[in-house]
């Protein structure tokens, strides 16, 4: 089983998160943000990645410290579970809808973190959450993951719709870029001999 628990706790916030990512969509999502958490198991139960997340923050002064932090733990325990990465297929590509909207995510599990966010400026709030603070989960979360993320909005009109269809599309490409590929299962994806 891959998995892995990281505990993070700053001045500003405090969180401890568990994954499996050979479980079967189990989760048990507690922050304080009612959205993320809603994103967060739908991540889990599409991604087939068993998700354990209590935190807490300073939402008092707004959602930014905990979004940015839960990137970066989310991220850490990826990185953590899979290890040095043998036998993974390596890349994941998802195309998901919901009603109206299309969003698409793109994985490489390079180990070269970078964060490519198509996503058409964005303002509004859901359940209180600025949506643009979701560029900054990614960004943190592909960084710690090490991981090379593109994320792009085909189209939508509901926010709440791009958003689920975001989340879902990058639970889908998550799945696959871990999954084990009976081809590469001795080794490791890649020419140079480390990832
Ligand atoms: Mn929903």
Do not use: C
Request: charged share 25%; net charge negative; hydrophobic share 40%.
């Amino acid at each position: 089983m891959r998995n892995a628990v990281v505990e993070r706790a700053t001045k500003e916030t405090d969180i401890s998160i568990e994954i499996n990512l050979d479980g079967k969509g189990n989760y048990d999502i507690n922050t304080p943000i009612p959205f993320l958490n809603h994103m967060l198991n739908l991540f889990s139960f599409h991604g087939l990645i068993d998700l354990k997340i209590k935190a807490t923050g300073d939402i008092e002064v707004d959602y930014h410290h905990l979004m940015e932090d839960l990137g970066i733990t989310l991220g850490d325990t990826i990185k953590k579970a899979l290890s040095d990465k043998r036998g993974i297929k390596r890349y994941g590509e998802a195309t998901i809808p919901m009603d109206e909207s299309l969003v698409q995510v793109v994985i490489d599990l390079s180990g070269r973190p970078y964060l490519a966010y198509k996503v058409e400026p964005l303002r509004g709030t859901l359940g209180g959450l600025e949506v643009s603070l979701f560029e900054d989960f990614f960004r943190a979360l592909s960084n710690h993951a090490m991981m090379n993320l593109h994320i792009a909005v085909n189209y939508g009109r509901d926010l709440h719709h791009i958003f689920e269809a975001m989340f879902k599309a990058f639970a889908m490409a998550l799945r696959e870029a871990v999954s084990i590929d009976a081809h590469k299962a001795k080794g490791l994806p890649t020419t140079k001999g480390r990832l």
